[in-house]
């Protein structure tokens, strides 16, 4: 997404509290890696013009895990920079890797969202990947999806902030994984899904350079 003017808002994490859930966890195991293609659920967080923090768009598995609030502050970890995160899911159980990023909220227009201060508007969005435990990139056309599902999310949440259904269930999305090392993924360098020196796991430094990546892709038609 573009760059809105202005300064940006601080990051406002307060409503990932408000869907802490103190009942105890349910585990939703995801596949292990290798054990078939990866599926992908669209994660979209962002306020509104009217209305404060909301999980526009939550994956089934989160929702049935009671782990609303833990995927609110993950799909939040980034700075306003549009650079994505890649890290490790530790909130669920199986494997699960979530690439996340912070940009400014556009309208329908293309216009950075204010909010009634007349602050910029940051709209975090995400990808939840399940069987995928290596740093991962998305290829352009799982990019496009990604972008479709929660630019649709976004735009009818500001249609009707208050009416908006919020957390509403993402689709999930089948991928296709090829591995290539460092040097050589097809991917377009400085593009804000490929930043292979930004991979993240939990509570580690940076995975050391030259490491394999998948790059994540829409699986071929029959």
Do not use: K, N
């Amino acid at each position: 997404m573009s760059r809105g003017t202005g300064a940006p808002a601080p990051r406002d994490t307060s409503g990932a509290s408000a869907w802490r859930d103190a009942s105890p966890r349910r585990a939703i195991a995801a596949p292990r890696s290798g054990g078939g293609a990866p599926t992908a659920w669209p994660v979209l967080v962002a306020r509104g013009v009217h209305t404060g923090i909301s999980p526009l768009l939550m994956p089934r598995p989160v929702a049935e895990a009671e782990q609303i609030g833990r995927a609110m502050e993950a799909v939040q970890g980034g700075t306003p920079d549009g650079i994505t995160r890649v890290a490790r899911v530790s909130w669920l159980a199986g494997d699960w890797t979530l690439l996340s990023r912070t940009s400014p909220a556009l309208d329908r227009r293309g216009r950075q969202v204010r909010d009634r201060g007349s602050r910029p508007v940051l709209l975090s969005e995400g990808l939840l990947v399940s069987g995928v435990t290596d740093p991962c990139t998305l290829a352009p056309d799982a990019q496009a999806v990604l972008a479709a599902a929660t630019q649709r999310a976004y735009l009818a949440f500001l249609h009707d902030e208050r009416r908006y259904p919020a957390p509403a269930p993402s689709e999930p999305f089948r991928l296709h994984a090829t591995r290539f090392d460092h040097e050589t993924a097809p991917a377009e360098p400085g593009t804000p899904w490929f930043r292979p020196s930004r991979w993240f796991r939990p509570s580690t430094q940076p995975c050391p350079e030259p490491t394999p990546i998948l790059l994540l892709s829409l699986p071929e038609p029959p």
